[in-house]
């Protein structure tokens, strides 16, 4: 994988040159000793942008972003999404390694701005109709971008496939928390990492998939922050699959593919980009 780092990095140059629509491209590498941290995106032909970007994050317990997850839980919605006039980045996200719990969110943080900074001029997105998905750990790490923003980075929207949510001991994917929080993380941080407790009124709206035979993430995570966006007022909407266990992503196996993609296409179709974006907290 360092290899194809550093040949996605010398051939950044062209990549700016010659972006085309429906092709994805390296953008916004750290450098060329990791393999972390890299920005790829894939735009709609001209004629068919909607101006919706979504920001994605696959997963992998914050443990690892193998070649699979960052396939089925990132390029390939990013390809079917561009084909639908929706511009798609998936974000190879730096991993904590359970020392580094502000990493992976500052990087999310920085590439909602980067998106927002290049997106209006080089892929035709409109900066209010920015959104976030993510996969298991890497919807952990949307569901914290949707409560933890800052200034310039909060989405307009979210969607969440079988995310870790929640931290407590009842429902947690431990695999995420060690990786994340460290072994021996004190009941206060995994509060401060539970995302359904960072909720309000200001939380963007959120769409939520999961299977309820899931026995890696527990159903519990999305019912626990769909419960939360309600109980705030916050505009939700959820589908619990009677089957598909964990991991599915983009893959045509998963019993309830075509369900899935009709939703998600009919939300990004119809939520409702807010007039102002909230003051950050």
Request: charged letters at 20%; aromatic letters at 12%; proline letters at 7%.
């Amino acid at each position: 994988m360092k290899k194809l780092t550093l040949f996605l990095l010398a051939l950044l140059p062209l990549f700016a040159a010659a972006q085309q629509a429906g092709q994805s491209y390296a953008i916004w590498p750290r450098d060329a000793q990791t393999e972390s941290r890299a920005m790829f995106t894939v735009i709609p032909a001209e004629g068919d942008n909607t101006g919706i970007a979504v920001l994605i994050f696959p997963g992998g317990g914050y443990a690892r972003l193998s070649d699979a997850s960052f396939y089925f839980e990132g390029m390939a919605f990013a390809h079917w999404l561009s084909d639908r006039g929706v511009t798609g980045v998936v974000l190879r996200y730096t991993l904590p390694e359970g020392r580094n719990t502000q990493m992976p969110i500052a990087d999310a943080r920085q590439a909602m701005k980067v998106i927002r900074e290049r997106g209006p001029k080089e892929w035709g997105v409109d900066p209010a109709k920015v959104g976030v998905m993510g996969f298991s750990a890497g919807g952990h790490l949307a569901a914290t971008l949707l409560t933890k923003y800052d200034e310039g980075s909060r989405p307009d929207f979210g969607v969440l496939f079988y995310p870790v949510v929640t931290f407590d001991p009842k429902y947690a994917h431990e695999g995420s928390a060690r990786f994340l929080l460290g072994a021996d993380a004190s009941q206060a941080l995994r509060d401060e990492w539970s995302a359904e407790k960072n909720i309000d009124a200001k939380t963007p709206p959120t769409l939520l998939f999961h299977s309820s035979d899931d026995a890696t993430v527990p159903v519990m995570n999305s019912i626990l922050f769909y419960n939360a966006l309600i109980d705030n007022k916050v505009k939700a909407s959820m589908g619990i699959f009677p089957a598909g266990r964990h991991g599915w992503g983009f893959r045509s196996s998963m019993p309830s593919h075509e369900a899935m993609k009709t939703m998600l296409m009919d939300w990004l179709g119809s939520y409702d980009t807010p007039a102002s974006r909230p003051q950050p907290r």
